[in-house]
């Protein structure tokens, strides 16, 4: 089945970009990054900025804008049954160095597990002048990191 992604979310302000692989099921069906209930992206994003109150999608899309970060997929569309990251295939890449180009304060690129990174890699060298981090996935396939480890991990975004 094909699936893809959305469009970017970024701002003149966005310094940092995370980067995932492709919207799972549920996110494409509510239209929403990190819309599974298990996936732990935003309740990470709202621990580190101390805002557990960001519940709705909007809140939690400003927290990131506000906050100088960005979120889109390495894949434009790809095959994948399901929403695991290993049963992605055929896929196309988004314009990622565009999007770079475009928004030169973007000094930050992170991506939210090892399939992001490795799709990247795949499809683009690392620009010079930007710094590119992967960090556990926050997917609840992801089993081996716990919150607390995830938290650890990610608040390297922040400390930037």
Same mark, same amino acid.
């Given at each position: 089945? @094909?699936?893809?992604?959305?469009?970017?979310? %970024?701002?003149? +302000? =966005? *310094?940092?970009?995370?980067?995932?692989?492709?919207?799972?099921?549920?996110?494409? #069906?509510?239209? #929403?990054?990190?819309?599974?209930?298990?996936?732990?992206?935003? /309740?990470?994003?709202?621990?580190?900025? +101390? +805002?557990?109150?960001?519940?709705?999608?909007?809140?939690?899309?400003? !927290?990131?804008?506000?906050?100088?970060?960005?979120?889109?997929?390495?894949?434009? #569309?790809?095959?994948?049954?399901?929403?695991?990251?290993?049963?992605? /295939?055929? #896929?196309?890449?988004?314009?990622?160095?565009? @999007?770079?180009?475009?928004?030169? &304060?973007? *000094? @930050?690129?992170?991506?939210? &597990?090892? *399939?992001?990174?490795? !799709?990247? =890699?795949?499809?683009?060298?690392?620009?010079?002048?930007?710094?590119?981090?992967?960090?556990?996935?926050?997917?609840?396939?992801?089993? /081996? =990191? +716990?919150?607390?480890?995830? %938290? =650890?991990?990610?608040?390297?975004?922040?400390?930037?």
């Amino acid at each position: 089945m @094909l699936k893809r992604s959305f469009l970017p979310l %970024v701002n003149a +302000n =966005t *310094k940092t970009l995370i980067l995932g692989s492709l919207p799972g099921d549920r996110s494409l #069906e509510q239209n #929403e990054y990190y819309a599974h209930p298990q996936n732990r992206f935003w /309740k990470v994003i709202r621990h580190l900025y +101390n +805002n557990p109150d960001t519940t709705s999608y909007v809140d939690r899309v400003n !927290l990131l804008l506000d906050n100088g970060i960005g979120l889109w997929d390495v894949c434009a #569309e790809a095959s994948r049954p399901g929403s695991m990251d290993l049963a992605i /295939k055929d #896929e196309s890449p988004n314009p990622i160095i565009a @999007l770079l180009e475009a928004n030169p &304060g973007i *000094k @930050l690129v992170v991506f939210n &597990g090892q *399939k992001a990174y490795k !799709l990247y =890699t795949k499809y683009f060298d690392e620009k010079e002048n930007i710094r590119y981090l992967c960090l556990p996935s926050t997917s609840p396939a992801n089993a /081996k =990191t +716990n919150f607390e480890q995830l %938290v =650890t991990h990610w608040r390297t975004i922040i400390s930037d």
